[in-house]
């Protein structure tokens, strides 16, 4: 098989809020490059969409679990990554975008901008990556792409340039107009497969071309060959827009815009088009860098074959062959059987398989090369770790997991479903950073936190059915944080005789609340502490903030500054300076006014507008802040802060409020300071 140019492979995820049409556009993209030869729905009858191959993903018609798949179109090799829009399951966004490329931002025609926007538009930001949009839906009633085209602009602080027109809307929708080519696109035959490019109808031809000038306006600003051709009055080729496009859109100053209906098989062929000519292949991303495991420098690495292998082991799944790890190649080449340094553990792995991926199918492949993504089978690693080449050991920087929210309490049924449910956890908690397994010896039972309720009953539904485990779950326990609200000092002393050597330390310091979770300062100077015993100090302090004084959760936001003490040249040991801190710290925390935090979700319902008072009381008295809200024709979407707290079984409460008619959506905002009373209560 002949390697495709690194300039004809395109890296690219789609991704939204729930419910945009993700996975039914990810189907088109299948279909239309002739991936699949019959369309599956999300919901109703038939397998399930290809991507959502996971029985449990088919029966609730959502995505779970990001799936990988390659296709082509027009001699490019697209790698797709269909990816959940549920918050719960966040961190497979994450890691996706850590890896991709480019992406596809899906929006609602009706919703526009919803909070599960935002969560991945901050995502795409912090990872840098260009990105188009795709405006779905528009054959629903109450589709306005304009408006979700502004709300782009106001809500994201996005520079979009619309590329197309809708050909009607609503039940009306039948094709777009390409400002850039001026024709008019249809789309006949049974799924939309017979493509058309007409002339533009008459009675839209103003409309048209008065968007053609307001859209060469735009893009002049970031070319001047398209401004001489404005200025000399001459027409501006096509491929003169689609590179000025590209270079804005890989610079990240503008994002392109194209409209459509995924259901209605609308539009799609469009989308693929623009993925080709705007978003970056492996060579157009900006520079990765890796660290030396060795040497702590920096090194850059490019899309280079010849280079040194280097690659990040992104996601991790587990079926009846072994283990299967997903990973995109940064730099140089991977062949079958060759063996690859794991720089987190620093042993070698052995790749026995590499194989191309579509959902759940695998195609073996001999070898794979920078740029590309693919999964080797049976190799031994965690999510995030970096394989290289032995002559390089590099390490890549580590995902951003954020921290679970929620808890469950768990106890297995019998002694086999205790093996089976030890089995499962730790796959799952290999296979998803966000979710974490614990055991509470007291009670006799396993702690699991994760993102969401959602996030644990999924995870729960699938040790039963993947793994037969049985257990009983306790209530949903929310993950508090203590802090302090000002600063205060310690100076504690360890002394103990016992006979023999004795234990002797003394720590003096300070504790001051700050930004980040921990920080640790040592401003010892003339060796009142020597330096062997430093680290002891801080394993000691970092002991002290795993359990707080108030309700023993852990302490957050807390800069410890250790500033003097003592030693004895005999009785001295790292051992009993960590005690003396983990002391001193405590001692510190019970002046430095501690307070409960609890976390905050911004949650965001769509209701019609008869329910919206009721829906407003009920969250006032849930102790909800609102921050906004937004009226449509006949709904209204409330955007409210709500500790996590008191929105246990809202779902019901909702449906029974609404007659089944409002749906909401829920996403972590941050941590808050508890009210005294409420505090209280917290056991």
Same mark, same amino acid.
């Given at each position: 098989?002949?390697?495709?140019?690194?300039?004809?492979?395109?890296?690219?995820?789609?991704?939204?809020?729930?419910?945009?049409?993700?996975?039914?556009?990810?189907?088109?993209?299948?279909?239309?490059?002739?991936?699949?030869?019959?369309?599956?729905?999300?919901?109703?009858?038939?397998?399930?969409?290809?991507?959502?191959?996971?029985?449990?993903?088919?029966?609730?018609?959502?995505?779970?679990?990001?799936?990988?798949?390659?296709?082509?179109?027009?001699?490019?090799?697209?790698?797709?990554?269909?990816?959940?829009?549920?918050?719960?399951?966040?961190?497979?966004?994450?890691?996706?975008?850590?890896?991709?490329?480019?992406?596809?931002?899906?929006?609602?025609?009706?919703?526009?901008?919803?909070?599960?926007?935002?969560?991945?538009?901050?995502?795409?930001?912090?990872?840098?990556?260009?990105?188009?949009?795709?405006?779905?839906?528009?054959?629903?009633?109450?589709?306005?792409?304009?408006?979700?085209?502004?709300?782009?602009?106001?809500?994201?602080?996005?520079?979009?340039?619309?590329?197309?027109?809708?050909?009607?809307?609503?039940?009306?929708?039948?094709?777009?107009?390409?400002?850039?080519?001026?024709?008019?696109?249809?789309?006949?035959?049974?799924?939309?497969?017979?493509?058309?490019?007409?002339?533009?109808?008459?009675?839209?031809?103003?409309?048209?071309?008065?968007?053609?000038?307001?859209?060469?306006?735009?893009?002049?600003?970031?070319?001047?060959?398209?401004?001489?051709?404005?200025?000399?009055?001459?027409?501006?080729?096509?491929?003169?827009?689609?590179?000025?496009?590209?270079?804005?859109?890989?610079?990240?100053?503008?994002?392109?815009?194209?409209?459509?209906?995924?259901?209605?098989?609308?539009?799609?062929?469009?989308?693929?088009?623009?993925?080709?000519?705007?978003?970056?292949?492996?060579?157009?991303?900006?520079?990765?860098?890796?660290?030396?495991?060795?040497?702590?420098?920096?090194?850059?690495?490019?899309?280079?074959?010849?280079?040194?292998?280097?690659?990040?082991?992104?996601?991790?799944?587990?079926?009846?062959?072994?283990?299967?790890?997903?990973?995109?190649?940064?730099?140089?080449?991977?062949?079958?059987?060759?063996?690859?340094?794991?720089?987190?553990?620093?042993?070698?792995?052995?790749?026995?398989?590499?194989?191309?991926?579509? +959902?759940?199918?695998?195609?073996? $492949? @001999?070898?794979? %090369?920078? *740029?590309?993504?693919?999964?080797?089978?049976? !190799?031994?690693? &965690?999510?995030?770790?970096?394989?290289?080449?032995?002559?390089?050991?590099?390490?890549?920087?580590?995902?951003?997991?954020?921290?679970?929210?929620?808890?469950?309490?768990?106890?297995?049924?019998?002694?086999?479903?205790?093996?089976?449910?030890?089995?499962?956890?730790?796959?799952?908690?290999?296979?998803?950073?966000?979710?974490?397994?614990?055991?509470?010896?007291?009670?006799?039972?396993?702690?699991?936190?994760?993102?969401?309720?959602?996030?644990?009953?999924?995870?729960?539904?699938?040790?039963?059915?993947?793994?037969?485990?049985?257990?009983?779950?306790?209530?949903?326990?929310?993950?508090?944080?203590?802090?302090?609200?000002?600063?205060?000092?310690?100076?504690?002393?360890?002394?103990?005789?016992?006979?023999?050597?004795?234990?002797? +330390?003394?720590?003096?310091?300070? $504790? @001051?609340?700050? %930004?980040? *979770?921990?920080?640790?300062?040592?401003?010892? !100077?003339?060796? &009142?502490?020597?330096?062997?015993?430093?680290?002891?100090?801080?394993?000691?302090?970092?002991?002290?903030?795993?359990?707080?004084?108030?309700?023993?959760?852990?302490?957050?936001?807390?800069?410890?500054?250790?500033?003097?003490?003592?030693?004895?040249?005999?009785?001295?040991?790292?051992?009993?300076?960590?005690?003396?801190?983990?002391?001193?710290?405590?001692?510190?925390?019970?002046?430095?006014?501690?307070?409960?935090?609890?976390?905050?979700?911004?949650?965001?319902?769509?209701?019609?507008?008869?329910?919206?008072?009721?829906?407003?009381?009920?969250?006032?008295?849930?102790?909800?802040?609102?921050?906004?809200?937004?009226?449509?024709?006949?709904?209204?979407?409330?955007?409210?802060?709500?500790?996590?707290?008191?929105?246990?079984?809202?779902?019901?409460?909702?449906?029974?409020?609404?007659?089944?008619?409002?749906?909401?959506?829920?996403?972590?905002?941050?941590?808050?300071?508890?009210?005294?009373?409420?505090?209280?209560?917290?056991?």
């Amino acid at each position: 098989m002949t390697a495709i140019p690194r300039e004809r492979i395109r890296n690219i995820g789609i991704s939204a809020h729930i419910d945009s049409g993700k996975t039914t556009l990810s189907e088109r993209i299948l279909f239309y490059t002739g991936k699949i030869h019959k369309i599956e729905e999300v919901r109703g009858g038939g397998d399930g969409a290809t991507l959502d191959y996971m029985e449990l993903e088919q029966q609730k018609g959502i995505t779970i679990t990001s799936a990988a798949t390659t296709c082509a179109w027009n001699d490019y090799q697209i790698n797709l990554i269909d990816t959940p829009g549920h918050v719960d399951f966040t961190i497979e966004v994450e890691r996706s975008l850590r890896v991709l490329d480019g992406g596809i931002m899906v929006l609602c025609g009706v919703a526009g901008v919803q909070s599960q926007s935002f969560t991945v538009d901050r995502q795409m930001k912090r990872y840098g990556v260009p990105r188009i949009a795709f405006i779905n839906k528009l054959d629903r009633a109450g589709a306005d792409p304009f408006r979700v085209v502004q709300s782009l602009k106001d809500k994201l602080n996005l520079s979009p340039i619309l590329l197309q027109l809708p050909i009607g809307l609503e039940d009306e929708f039948s094709g777009v107009i390409d400002l850039i080519e001026m024709r008019a696109c249809t789309f006949e035959g049974e799924n939309g497969e017979n493509w058309t490019k007409q002339p533009i109808p008459d009675s839209l031809q103003a409309e048209a071309q008065a968007a053609r000038d307001h859209l060469l306006d735009r893009i002049s600003l970031y070319s001047d060959a398209i401004v001489a051709n404005l200025l000399a009055e001459q027409e501006v080729p096509s491929e003169l827009i689609w590179e000025a496009l590209r270079q804005a859109t890989l610079k990240l100053e503008i994002v392109p815009v194209l409209l459509g209906s995924a259901y209605k098989n609308k539009g799609v062929q469009n989308l693929l088009d623009a993925v080709t000519l705007y978003l970056p292949s492996p060579l157009d991303r900006k520079i990765v860098t890796a660290t030396n495991v060795k040497t702590g420098e920096e090194v850059n690495l490019e899309a280079n074959p010849d280079a040194p292998f280097v690659g990040l082991a992104f996601k991790l799944t587990d079926d009846e062959f072994g283990q299967l790890t997903y990973v995109r190649i940064y730099a140089g080449r991977i062949v079958k059987g060759t063996r690859v340094i794991n720089s987190r553990t620093g042993s070698p792995v052995r790749v026995s398989r590499i194989v191309r991926l579509h +959902a759940d199918e695998r195609q073996d $492949i @001999e070898n794979a %090369e920078a *740029g590309d993504i693919v999964a080797f089978m049976g !190799v031994d690693c &965690a999510s995030g770790d970096t394989l290289c080449a032995p002559e390089r050991v590099l390490s890549l920087e580590a995902m951003f997991v954020p921290e679970p929210v929620i808890t469950l309490a768990i106890t297995p049924k019998s002694q086999e479903d205790s093996v089976r449910m030890a089995k499962a956890l730790n796959r799952f908690v290999k296979e998803d950073p966000t979710l974490r397994a614990s055991s509470d010896p007291e009670a006799n039972e396993i702690l699991i936190s994760g993102m969401g309720e959602l996030h644990l009953e999924i995870y729960l539904e699938r040790m039963r059915r993947e793994y037969n485990a049985e257990v009983y779950v306790g209530k949903p326990a929310v993950a508090y944080r203590e802090t302090i609200a000002r600063s205060a000092s310690f100076d504690y002393t360890l002394k103990k005789q016992t006979g023999g050597s004795g234990q002797y +330390a003394r720590v003096v310091g300070s $504790i @001051e609340p700050c %930004e980040e *979770g921990f920080s640790f300062e040592n401003r010892v !100077v003339g060796g &009142a502490i020597p330096k062997q015993f430093i680290p002891g100090c801080e394993k000691g302090f970092r002991d002290a903030i795993a359990t707080g004084r108030l309700r023993g959760y852990p302490v957050v936001n807390v800069k410890v500054i250790l500033s003097g003490g003592d030693f004895h040249p005999i009785d001295s040991s790292e051992n009993a300076f960590r005690f003396a801190a983990h002391q001193g710290f405590e001692q510190a925390f019970d002046r430095a006014n501690p307070l409960m935090l609890e976390p905050i979700m911004l949650v965001e319902v769509e209701t019609p507008s008869q329910f919206v008072g009721r829906i407003q009381g009920d969250l006032l008295s849930r102790r909800g802040t609102p921050i906004g809200s937004e009226v449509a024709a006949d709904y209204t979407v409330l955007r409210v802060e709500v500790p996590l707290a008191e929105m246990f079984g809202y779902s019901t409460n909702l449906r029974s409020a609404t007659q089944g008619m409002a749906t909401f959506s829920m996403e972590f905002s941050g941590y808050r300071p508890m009210a005294e009373k409420v505090g209280a209560a917290v056991r």
